[in-house]
Antibody, heavy 117, light 112 residues
Framework: EVQLVESGGDFVQPGGSLRLSCAAS????????MHWVRQAPGKGLVWVSR????????SNADSVRGRFTISRDNAKSTLYLQMNSLRAEDTAVYYC??????????WGQGTLVTVSS | DVVMTQSPLSLPVTLGQPASISCRSS???????????LNWFQQRPGQSPRRLIY???NRDSGVPDRFSGSGSGTDFTLKISRVEAEDVGVYYC?????????FGQGTKVEIK
């Protein structure tokens, strides 16, 4: 059974940093592109970042470019999102998701990041 | 970025009746490989999104056959043949053809 379990969400002040983790199981982690998608409270879904199976290719949404870094450790089957220079508008539930057929098929339960003074 | 526009944004439905959600993209989401990477997701209250449909009309594993997708180019539709109580939630379309991926605003399905 495919499982994705996010952790690391917290309350942080503007300008602060946070690292999210996503532990994967039930599939060959290194064979899949992985993504982060976020959802602000009461709002819709927004794609944030992606990384290929090897970890050699990444891209980010314009809204987080230069501040967020996606990475992965295939030996640990874990996906990461390093979030720096956090802003109030980054407040959201962050989901990790596996990609198949050019879309996210399995999603984690999400982890809440709150940026506020 | 490709803008995905859903309608309606709110859809009250009667149990056992059909429901239909429209999704339009600001440009064609057909790719040069002949595929159209249009996905549909369901998000039940308090839950994570779940993909229902990929590449316009292909149901993901475990998705009931009352859900169907259709369309091409810039116009797409998700249909529920007979709405059940468990179908309550927000439905999103998403295009995976152009970077960045973009989602529609969501359509809230509720029971009358």
């Amino acid at each position: 059974e495919v499982q994705l379990v996010e952790s690391g969400g917290d309350f942080v002040q503007p300008g602060g940093s946070l690292r999210l983790s996503c532990a994967a199981s039930g599939f060959t982690f290194s064979s899949y592109w992985m993504h982060w998608v976020r959802q602000a409270p009461g709002k819709g879904l927004v794609w944030v970042s992606r990384i290929n199976g090897e970890g050699s290719s990444t891209s980010n949404a314009d809204s987080v470019r230069g501040r967020f870094t996606i990475s992965r450790d295939n030996a640990k089957s874990t996906l990461y999102l390093q979030m720096n220079s956090l802003r109030a508008e980054d407040t959201a539930v962050y989901y990790c998701a596996r990609e198949t057929h050019w879309g996210p098929d399995y999603w984690g339960q999400g982890t809440l990041v709150t940026v506020s003074s | 970025d490709v803008v995905m526009t859903q309608s309606p944004l709110s859809l009250p439905v009667t149990l056992g009746q059909p429901a239909s959600i429209s999704c339009r993209s600001s440009q064609s989401v057909a790719y040069s490989d002949g595929n159209t990477y249009l996905n549909w997701f369901q998000q039940r209250p308090g839950q994570s999104p779940r993909r229902l449909i990929y590449r316009v009309s292909n149901r993901d594993s475990g998705v009931p056959d009352r859900f169907s997708g259709s369309g091409s180019g810039t116009d797409f539709t998700l249909k529920i043949s007979r709405v059940e109580a468990e179908d309550v939630g927000v439905y999103y379309c998403m295009q995976g053809t152009h970077w960045p991926w973009t989602f529609g605003q969501g359509t809230k399905v509720e029971i009358k």
